[in-house]
């Protein structure tokens, strides 16, 4: 599986050395000024750190519409709090808009976890409630560049050893919640919890702080985008992130993550998050006209699904050969292979 | 052996559907009573206008959804049939047949759709988010910066005229007669029980000669005719076709038909139920518009009313559902 | 009509109720149209109110717009997202006795009374230029930056722009029209490709306050910077920082809350009467002075203002 | 050991499911060193009890002891730290994590650091393996494990859990008589080390085979307790039935007529090779053959759920699409599949809406249902079948495994079909519904109806079939007669490779 997992994720990576390359080669700033580099690493840290906690959250056979609508109101938080109290370190100030996201995270937790009730329904709910929270609190009011500490801003563009700082934050949070699904028992629930919830209940896996804690990292991460946010677009309204939500969940599908739950990875959710958005800087420089971005976007998801399709498919036929080839020694042997014909699968899914 | 547990009057109110039919005529009273300028003609008027697109939509939807699918490019689908059938108008093509043009168009994507979904069974979740992005690239791609407008008044006002002097759109007969169509077919055709079965056990449903797959196609195909359709009136109803047009409905016509008493999960759903839940969305829009509340607010009331729908019978049924353990009861 | 120029002899101003619609909520430059129309509303004892969606399309309007003509109000003040779409709502509106101004950004003639006109678009066009062309020195690539693909305003003033191009600065030469959707996001990111993809751009024009923002915020933190000058209509606390920073040279805007007083002294003067709203009448705009209503029911509030380092200090809007 | 407190002690425990009382007093007595047998009917509440004691229930009366102390789970994790593993009814496996993690799922080993160590898990799977003699890879993902693959993953779990109490649910029903043989030694093993366990099973010769002592349960209440020694099968059959049962086998005899169903050359690479016979109006045709030989497979694809690559399949003298049930069914092809609560009922229906879930098509007038003709037809045939449920709007979810699988049978009947295909048409039911279900196939055969009866239950298959047909590695082994079909001659035809003795043995199990 693991073997199966890596090229998935290649597989992604690829496509983005392709893009980066083909478009690279029609126009060599892309890649090769200060500013194309800069912009390569930068401008997806944002939407990487949104997937990475949907794809936490997906990864648990949920999903959460609500991550625009909280990017949107940590943003503002940020810039009202920078209003407030100029003086506040600027740690202090990420540290209140992460739980800010938490915080609304967890109430779509709880409300999935204890009522038993769909996240679709609920994050849908909840992105309307929280974008209305921004709209109500912010009304036409804006935070404008000059509200916000020149340092804040400087971090939204500022580089280290040629890496800006935002894509830092990107990668560390990236690795270390990888690091986490990868190495913990939480992580490898969280997993289960996803693969078959009646079962992870009936194993007694603490399902629901596992739900709750996979919905608050996703808040978290969503209140983080927005301090990121406010940081590098310098101007906050009450619109900011509005729709993103499914620009992210289409990063996650692109990434690999199953819609359904239990399998994929954050690396790849991230790496369909640079895609999406790495492609859609690279359409005008090749000379397609901005408008039919958002169709080469669709295509890109569509074929990412297909794909991932067409890499179980091939995985469950080899898993079945292997069961014909080599029958363990207790089963009788017989050829009837299981019953994961093509036509099997799409059943099961469909 | 009794045929019903419970007496019928208990079958018909006790249900989800009757929960959000409540909640309507409620909030129908109210606006009336307390909100200035609500029992007014025009209020009808407007309200019959507003939530048709976002009714027709949310009938196909239901059944969608009652099969434990969903289709999230609807609302792109109907930018994408404004933006073709201003384009044909413009190259010159009837009205009547730009308008078949485009609904054909539509059922073209909702075939797309379908295929991917039933035939190559992909997860109608991420392909109708994929698909969301492409036809509403392909309809910002077709018409650029432009708006095609100048559509001939009778049809311009065929979209919004009244019936004779009542308060109703002549467009409610149209409305009326699809919300039939699908509730027979719904409801009490052998079509509408296999779409039933598919939600609840698709396996099982295969086993009984249900064509699971073909009767998703269809879902789909019907979704994006209907949505084309809507559409068209959109186009008409603003004079103006435009590849933008629509933008963010799916998820207006989700909330609607949840709001409505569909299970998200599928195998469960009402059409009465789903119109109930549109003309709510409409009623809370509108009476909170008169009132002078903002959008905001307007935006809270319904995220907050969605979620209450879901989680109140929940509550209201916590101490059974407790009893149960609902973690047994699936195994 | 009864244009005897006296705003102060109607009398019918204090029980005028007026709502303001504006593009979307949560734009400052509406903010100050607001500020403006307020400020009107009181001087003339009439109440008004602002309404609108939260984002700028024209499906979003209608609503609001059935709203104000179920309600009865005096008069709709109004910046349209698109020219026809909401007209048919408009008609209604004023069938049932609203008068309807829009301001802004017009709808076609036929669907309102009156056109309050922040300056001429020739006017908009050839100040943008001549700022854009002083700037880069008379020649090189420039782009545009806009908002959405379908307002009618900017791309008013992007056809006009064109055509001054071609006849009076063979040097110029327009690259690309992008746009930003008068989303701070997009925006941005649009201005990151058009440097992407135009390593020699010299100028970047945005004639829409939500684009010059995001283009000075994107080009103030790029090696573009000093390089690439950035200038179009935007509102002075926005640009505050990037011109003290020196990104911006200087940029230019009428005043968005003289603007709603104007458009809110119109439509009190149209509700109550005191004006019919064809060419000739004239009316008394408080602190404004007296204006005189135009040809296809325009009425034009004055030229641009260019705002530099020298004089920002003095506006907070 | 008699002194000592049992390692479980269960007295008057009681649980409702809304109206429905599942257990209505559990009584059980498990002393350490012993494997104790739990049998009874359906719906006898054996598995609900085994939920009270894995924490997966709550009670709502009676006593729960573990070695004396009184215990009250919350959880399923609260009893497993108590030291109870249980093999619930239904494997459930999470298929997205490979063999290894899903055994040692919350529990794995940790390392530096609290990190999984991921090599000391892997020892822990291969050795558990070795000690089954199995030979899984523990690296695979749990998807696209066959059902007794599975089962032997859940078993490997209990064990490494060490617990002083292994429950197992019938855990045998999927599994090959090779595997249960193994599943037995380490129950032994177990027993012998001073563990408890429970074995539940509608098996009696395996309760013989394994078990010290047999508990028999009826409607909820503890029926008798005793020595498995002292008491015949028979004995333990009337007890769960609290009647006599009648003949088990009621054969009607009957007289062959015209080809219903005939296959021919029927072909599906990997599956089932060059698969051909015949049923004629009024016969049993028994599908025999060992787990996994492909005979489910073969009536899919009869059935038109699976594609075939070659082959004709012909009904009454029409040969039916492949891959179209739809078509099949107009044929007048039934089938009542193996899974009855995934394939064979829409769970979440009502009774009504299964019965009619076929022959509904027929119901409509001009594209629409007729009001209530559904209730008529639904009530018309669970009459007929004895479906025994509160009302006709109840959920086949609530019904015993028994009732829903009349209402299976009564949803294809109503079809009025040719050919009936039943697969495990008696996989998990209680004795006494076992003998109405086997009554009901030799009347409706008797009446003209062709049978196809796939069964791994050697004595059902010998008992009602009129020929036999034997299925090994996916071909026809063989077709016997009902003379010649003695469980000998069908085990040898079936194990491929057996040797006489071995096929015997098997046979008899
Ligand atoms: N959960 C599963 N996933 C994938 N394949 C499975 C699963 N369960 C069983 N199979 C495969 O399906 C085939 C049929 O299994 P089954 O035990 O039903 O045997 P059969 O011969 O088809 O029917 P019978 O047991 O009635 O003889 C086997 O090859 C088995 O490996
Ligand atoms: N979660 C539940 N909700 C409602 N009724 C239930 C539930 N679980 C079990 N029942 C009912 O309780 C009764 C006892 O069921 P249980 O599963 O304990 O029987 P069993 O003895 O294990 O039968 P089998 O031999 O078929 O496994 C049955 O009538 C069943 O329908
Ligand atoms: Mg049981
Ligand atoms: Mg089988």
């Known amino acids: ?122 994050t849908l709910g909840t992105l309307y409630v929280y974008r209305g929270v921004t709209l109500t609190w912010a009304g036409s009011d804006r935070i404008d560049a000059g509200d916000m500490p020149r340092t804040f801003l400087g971090l939204g563009t500022r580089q280290v050893l040629g890496v800006p700082v935002l894509t830092i934050v990107g990668a560390v949070v990236l690795l270390a919640v990888a690091y986490y699904l990868h190495t913990s028992r939480g992580g490898r629930q969280l997993y289960a919890t996803g693969s078959d919830p009646d079962a992870a209940a009936l194993q007694g896996l603490p399902v629901r702080r596992r739900l709750l804690g996979a919905f608050a990292l996703g808040g978290a991460l969503a209140g983080l985008a927005g301090v990121m946010f406010a940081a590098r677009y310098g101007t906050v309204s009450s619109g900011a992130g509005l729709g993103m939500e499914l620009q992210v969940v289409g990063a996650v599908v692109v990434g690999g993550v199953a819609i359904f739950g239990g399998s994929g990875t954050v690396a790849g959710a991230a790496l369909g998050a640079m895609l999406l958005l790495t492609i859609n800087r690279a359409l005008p420089v090749v000379g397609i006209p901005d408008f039919w971005q958002r169709a080469v976007v669709g295509v890109l998801i569509i074929g990412a699904i297909a794909l991932d399709r067409v890499l179980a498919n091939r995985r469950s036929r080899r898993l079945a050969a292997a069961r014909d080839t080599d029958p363990p020694a207790t089963t009788p042997p017989g050829d009837a292979p299981p019953g994961t014909g093509p036509d099997d699968r799409e059943e099961a899914t469909a | 052996m009794r045929t019903h547990a419970r007496p019928w009057w208990q079958r018909a109110l006790l249900t989800r559907e009757m929960l959000t039919i409540l909640i309507l005529v409620v909030a129908w009273i109210v606006a009336s009573a307390v909100v200035q300028g609500f029992d007014g003609p025009l209020t009808i008027t407007y309200l019959v206008l507003d939530v048709a697109p976002v009714l027709l939509i949310a009938l196909p939807m239901t059944l969608i959804i009652v099969t434990g699918e969903i289709d999230l490019s609807v609302a792109s689908v109907v930018g994408l049939s404004s933006v073709t059938f201003g384009l044909l108008y413009q190259a010159g093509l009837g009205l009547w047949a ?72 002549v467009i409610t007969l149209g409305l009326l007669a699809l919300i039939a169509v699908f509730a027979v077919l719904l409801h009490a055709t052998p079509f509408g029980r296999d779409v039933l079965d598919i939600g609840r056990s698709s396996e099982a449903a295969r086993f009984s000669g249900v064509d699971v797959k073909r009767t998703l196609l269809i879902l789909f195909v019907l979704s994006g005719a209907v949505s084309a359709l809507a559409g068209v009136y959109y186009t008409l ?95 | 009509g009864s244009g005897d120029g006296g705003g102060d002899g109607g009398g019918g101003t204090d029980d005028v109720t007026i709502t303001m619609l504006p593009k979307n909520l949560g734009n400052p430059y509406f903010e100050a149209s607001t500020a403006g129309a307020q400020e009107a509303a009181d001087e003339l004892g009439a109440t008004v109110e602002e309404v609108g969606p939260d984002a700028a399309s024209p499906d979003a309007q209608v609503p609001f717009i059935n709203t104000a003509a179920q309600q009865g109000v005096g008069a709709l003040v109004v910046s349209a997202n698109d020219p026809t779409a909401i007209g048919d709502a408009l008609e209604e509106a004023r069938s049932a006795g609203t008068k309807v101004v829009t301001f802004d950004s017009d709808t076609e003639p036929q669907f309102r009374d009156l056109f309050v006109n922040q300056a001429s678009p020739e006017g908009i066009a050839d100040k943008q230029l001549e700022l854009v062309a002083d700037q880069i020195g008379g020649e090189g690539e420039i782009a545009i930056l806009s908002a959405s693909a379908n307002a009618t305003n900017q791309n008013a003033w992007i056809a006009l722009m064109e055509e001054k191009l071609a006849s009076d600065y063979p040097d110029i030469e327009l690259v690309e029209i992008v746009y930003g959707d008068d989303d701070d996001q997009t925006s941005f990111d649009k201005t990151a490709a058009l440097l992407q993809s135009h390593p020699d751009l010299k100028g970047i024009v945005s004639p829409t306050t939500v684009g010059i923002a995001a283009a000075a915020r994107y080009v103030s933190t790029s090696d573009a910077k000093g390089r690439v000058a950035v200038t179009g209509l935007g509102t002075p606390n926005q640009m505050r920082e990037y011109v003290e920073d020196g990104t911006v040279e200087a940029f230019a805007l009428w005043n968005p809350t003289d603007l709603g007083y104007l458009a809110t002294q119109a439509a009190a003067a149209l509700a109550s009467g005191d004006i019919a709203g064809e060419e000739g009448d004239t009316f008394d705009a408080g602190r404004l002075g007296e204006f005189t209503v135009g040809a296809d029911g325009e009425v034009l509030l004055g030229d641009p203002y260019v705002y530099d380092e020298t004089n920002i200090g003095d506006f907070d809007f | 050991m008699p002194n000592a407190a049992p390692t479980l002690r269960l007295d008057g425990v009681a649980k409702s499911f809304g109206p429905v009382a599942a257990l209505r007093s559990g009584t059980l007595v498990v002393q350490a060193g012993s494997i104790h047998a739990l049998v009874g009917e359906n719906g006898a509440g054996k598995s609900t009890l085994v939920k009270i004691v894995g924490g997966v229930h709550r009670r709502d009366a009676g006593v729960v002891e573990l070695d004396g102390a009184p215990v009250d789970f919350a959880g399923p994790a609260e009893a497993k730290a108590a030291g109870v593993a249980v093999i619930h009814q239904e494997p459930a496996s999470f298929p997205d994590l490979t063999v290894t993690e899903n055994i040692f799922l919350g529990r794995e080993p940790l390392g530096r650091l609290r990190r999984i160590d991921r090599r000391a898990m ?49 855990p045998t029903a999927a599994l090959s008589a090779v595997e249960v043989r193994r599943l037995f030694a380490v129950a032994r093993g177990l027993r012998d080390a001073g563990r408890a366990v429970v074995f539940i099973s509608h098996r009696l010769d395996e309760v013989a085979d394994l078990c010290d002592t047999v508990t028999v349960m009826r409607d909820g209440a503890h029926v008798s307790t005793d020595a498995v020694a002292d008491v015949t099968p028979d004995e333990l059959v009337r007890r769960m039935v609290g009647r006599d049962v009648a003949e088990l086998y009621p054969k009607v005899p009957s007289t062959p007529g015209e080809v219903a169903l005939r296959v021919e050359g029927l072909e599906s690479t990997g599956t089932f090779h060059d698969v051909s016979f015949e049923v004629r109006a009024g016969e049993i045709v028994g599908l025999a053959g060992l787990v996994g030989a492909g005979r489910s497979e073969i009536a899919r694809a009869v059935f038109g759920i699976d594609r075939y690559d070659a082959g004709r399949v012909t009904v009454g003298g029409r040969t039916l699409r492949p891959g179209d049930p739809a078509a099949a069914i107009a044929a007048g092809l039934a089938l009542v599949p193996e899974d009855r609560r995934l394939q064979g009922l829409v769970t979440e229906s009502s009774v009504v809406r299964n019965v009619s879930s076929v022959a509904r098509r027929r119901l409509a007038r001009l594209g629409i249902l007729v009001p209530d003709a559904e209730a008529r037809l639904a009530r018309d045939w669970s009459g007929r079948l004895a479906v025994k449920a509160g009302a006709l709007d109840a959920l086949a979810t609530t019904m015993s495994g028994g009732n829903q699988q009349k209402v299976v049978l009564a949803k294809w009947l109503a079809t009025g079909p040719k050919v009936l295909m039943v697969d495990e048409p008696t996989r998990g039911i209680d004795v006494g519904t076992k003998a109405e279900v086997h009554r009901l196939l030799s009347t409706l055969a008797a009446e003209g109806l062709a049978v196809l009866m796939i069964s791994s239950e050697l004595p059902e298959v010998l008992g009602m079939a009129d020929r036999v047909l034997v299925v090994r590695e996916g071909r026809i082994a063989v077709e016997l007669s009902r003379a010649e079909a003695t469980p000998e001659a069908v085990m040898r035809a079936a194990t491929p490779g057996a040797t006489r003795s071995d096929a015997a043995t098997e046979g008899a199990a």
């Open chain 2, 98 to 169: 730009a308008l078949l043009a485009s609904v054909l168009l539509g059922a073209v994507c909702g075939a797309v759709n379908g295929a991917l979904v039933a035939y190559a069974g992909l997860p109608s979740l991420a392909v109708t988010i994929g698909s969301l992005a492409l036809y509403r690239g392909l309809a910002v791609g077709l018409l650029g910066t432009t708006a095609v407008t100048g559509f001939p008044e009778p049809w311009t006002d065929g979209a919004t005229e009244n019936l004779g002097e009542s308060p109703y759109p």
């Open chain 2, 237 to 331: 109803r603003y004079g103006s076709a435009r590849g933008d047009n629509a933008t963010g409905m799916e998820l207006q016509v989700v909330a609607a038909v949840l709001l409505g008493g569909v299970s998200i999960f599928g195998g469960r759903g009402a059409i009465h139920g789903v119109v109930a839940g549109v003309l709510l969305i409409g009623v809370l829009g509108s009476a909170l518009r008169l009132e002078g509340v903002t959008v905001n607010v307007i935006n809270i009331v319904i995220g907050t009313a969605l979620v209450v729908s879901v989680v109140a019978p929940r509550i209201a049924g916590g101490l059974r559902v407790r009893r149960r353990d609902a973690a047994g009861q699936r195994t």
């Open chain 1, 1 to 122: 599986m693991r073997n199966v997992l890596r090229r998935r994720e290649a597989g992604i990576a690829l496509a983005l050395l392709v893009v980066i390359g083909v478009t690279t080669a029609v126009q060599p700033g892309f890649l090769l000024s200060a500013g194309g580099w800069r912009d390569l690493l930068l401008t997806p840290a944002i939407l990487v750190v949104l997937a990475v906690g949907q794809a936490v959250v997906v990864i648990t056979r949920n999903v959460d519409l609500s991550v625009g609508s909280v990017l949107g109101l940590t943003a503002y938080l940020t810039g009202r709090l920078f209003l407030a109290a100029p003086d506040l370190p600027i740690l202090v100030v990420a540290l209140v808009a992460v739980a800010a996201g938490a915080l609304l995270g967890l109430i779509n937790g709880a409300i999935v976890a204890f009522a038993r009730v769909p996240a679709l329904v609920i």
């Open chain 4, 122 to 170: 892997r020892e822990g799977a291969r050795d558990l393996f070795r000690e089954l003699g199995v030979d899984l890879d523990p690296d695979r993902p749990a998807e696209g494990l066959s059902i007794a693959d599975q089962q032997i993953v859940e078993i490997a779990k209990a064990i490494s859990l060490d617990a002083r109490l292994l429950v197992m649910d019938e």
